[in-house]
């Protein structure tokens, strides 16, 4: 479509000569989807709509619903979302703690702590794109009864873009300027014109966290905060208790902004086990209400939903199950730190040995024989929205041409068939979560690397473990400290910037920001850090959707990343249960809407 026909028809929904969902059904067609379509009506003027997705809440009075019992297998560890480096340790935290909106299913922004979402038809998008103007409900109150306000916003600003903090969320604030308006409204100013102005203070990265408790905690000594574990929110659920690891118990607020909200007394979130068994204690037993990710060979879950307890809901989304292999050596250690930037991995650096590894992982057979609908195959890191596909990646898996590379490249082998070259040998360990399908995926990858003269080292860690935020602890991913991992990396948002940001050199894990930068396997290049920054300031569209696809040819292209299956989110729960799930945001991004049949 070109330029001049697309403001046309954005024109015509300005004048009410096109609905807007004939705007976004034509937009579809050319591969734009719901979300990126309601952002340029946003981006234009035109205001948005409500979240279509998020269904009637029915309940007219608060509580009586009794408890609401689910299940995590990974447990969380902390309770600040600043803190967040995992899915459940957000999800934990988002209980607690609410944003000033969230991403319904639809891709559409829903207002919690906003009183409204902005718009230059109300004057809280700026023609330019170079502010957004949030108005704050009022009448809240922090869970210990004082009030939130402005101050609390930009005390969050300052608190996440704090390098001595730390915060996990810096991204998404180090780069903005926000202003208090009054006591109820904040301005988000742009250096630059900004097409995707949602992202501070929204979703898995806007949880707002209380000011008066925080202040004297907003430095080096962020991490001895005593509410990082006893938290005080702003949402339906009060914190009761905290076992880390292991269980999460909350209640009812009864002073609640919504009257009518929570449904729920009583709030459990069941931490650790495994997959399976989670499915099973919904599905089979109906012990629990609710069972969070459910990476479990799809041939189980059929099997569990005939029991007619339950069923598994299946949201598309833009996570991605994939390997990373690491682009420092975690073998040496400089200046106390072991996969420095100052080094270089001894056999990863060769560009072949990376594209054998690429070789040597038959996705047909995850997808045909483990994850089923819970995991089609794919060749992208970027796999959603669909304008932003790249349509230039293809995945092969050949054993023999892996070998044919690792010949060409010098790789010969040893007497005990393992590969080696300048006393570099091709034995590798590789980590991941304690997880039956990345243990059978595991498995997959090392019978076919031995057949290609290469060892690999299976390593699993204990979910918890891997995914914990403790700065102190060898095993988290984020340190990365084995030759290639595997894990899922959720996108949070109905736009790539967030999620491509892990490339970018300045997100680069490290211990001079306590392991809490995004760029986890270490992989830096100047041209994607280049078009990064470009797309962050492109308005056009069909542009910006280039920019991307570009970002995700050139990570992919250099095999230090490994695309598997793609992970729509995959949960289960009793056939009585009305959860609000969105595959853009947390499992609890909104769960003070969550009730159940009487």
Do not use: C
Request: glycine share 8%.
């Amino acid at each position: 479509m070109q330029e001049d026909d697309l403001r046309q028809m954005i024109g015509r929904v300005q004048r009410g000569t096109l609905s807007r969902r004939g705007f976004v059904k034509r937009m579809a067609a050319l591969g734009i989807t719901a979300p990126m379509a309601t952002q340029l009506l946003a981006i234009t003027g035109v205001a948005p709509a409500a979240a279509q997705s998020v269904p009637a809440y029915r309940p007219t009075r608060r509580g009586g619903g009794g408890a609401l019992k689910i299940l995590y297998w990974q447990a969380a560890t902390l309770l600040n979302p600043h803190f967040g480096s995992g899915t459940t340790n957000q999800d934990a935290s988002r209980v607690f703690y609410e944003p000033l909106a969230g991403w319904a299913t639809d891709g559409t922004l829903h207002p919690v702590l906003a009183a409204e979402i902005p718009s230059i038809e109300n004057g809280g998008l700026a023609a330019d794109g170079r502010s957004v103007t949030w108005k704050l409900r009022r009448g809240v109150k922090w869970h210990d009864g004082q009030d939130f306000s402005a101050d609390d916003v930009v005390f969050n600003w300052e608190y996440a873009k704090n390098p001595a903090v730390a915060a996990v969320t810096s991204g998404s604030y180090r780069d903005v300027n926000v202003v208090k308006v009054d006591d109820h409204a904040v301005r988000v100013e742009f250096a630059q014109p900004t097409p995707f102005w949602a992202d501070a203070f929204v979703a898995a990265v806007g949880g707002i966290i209380p000011k008066h408790l925080f202040k004297d905690y907003a430095g080096a000594n962020a991490r001895d905060a005593p509410t990082n574990l006893r938290p005080v929110g702003t949402s339906a659920y009060k914190f009761v208790s905290f076992a880390p690891g292991d269980n999460l118990r909350a209640e009812l607020n009864t002073n609640y902004y919504e009257n009518t909200k929570p449904y729920f007394d009583t709030l459990e979130i069941k931490g650790g086990g495994d997959a399976v068994s989670a499915a099973r204690a919904v599905l089979q037993t109906g012990d629990f209400d609710y069972a969070w990710n459910m990476q479990v060979e799809d041939e189980i879950l059929k099997r569990l939903e005939t029991a007619g307890r339950g069923k598994v809901n299946i949201v598309d989304g833009g996570g991605i199950e994939f390997v990373q292999l690491n682009a420092t050596d975690p073998n040496q250690e400089v200046d106390g730190e072991r996969s420095s930037i100052k080094t270089e991995h001894p056999a990863f650096r060769d560009p072949a040995v990376r594209q054998a590894m690429a070789l040597l992982i038959d996705r047909n057979a995850l997808e045909q024989f483990i994850y089923g609908r819970g995991g089609p195959a794919t060749a992208n890191f970027l796999n959603n929205p669909p304008r932003f596909v790249s349509p230039n990646m293809r995945w092969e898996f050949s054993i023999q041409k892996a070998n044919e590379l690792l010949d060409r490249a010098g790789w010969a082998r040893g007497r005990d068939g393992i590969r080696a070259k300048d006393g570099v040998r091709l034995k590798f360990v590789f980590q991941t979560s304690v997880n039956a399908p990345r243990q059978r995926t595991q498995a997959v990858y090392k019978q076919a690397a031995q057949r290609a003269g290469i060892d690999l080292e299976l390593k699993s860690v204990t979910a918890s473990v891997f995914f914990s935020s403790d700065v102190a602890n060898p095993d988290t991913y984020t340190k990365l400290y084995a030759d290639m991992q595997m894990y899922t990396t959720t996108m949070p948002q109905a736009d790539p910037e967030r999620f491509m940001n892990q490339y970018v050199s300045w997100e680069v894990s490290s211990k001079a920001n306590n392991w809490q930068g995004r760029n986890i396997v270490r992989w830096r290049n100047e041209e994607y850090d280049r078009i990064f920054r470009e797309s962050q300031g492109e308005l056009d569209p069909v542009k910006r959707a280039a920019l991307f696809i570009r970002m995700n040819d050139l990570v992919v292209g250099s095999n230090h990343i490994i695309p598997l299956v793609k992970r729509p989110t995959v949960s289960a729960s009793l056939n009585t249960l009305h959860p609000v799930l969105s595959a853009w945001d947390g499992t609890t991004w909104l769960l003070s809407d969550w009730w159940r049949d009487a």
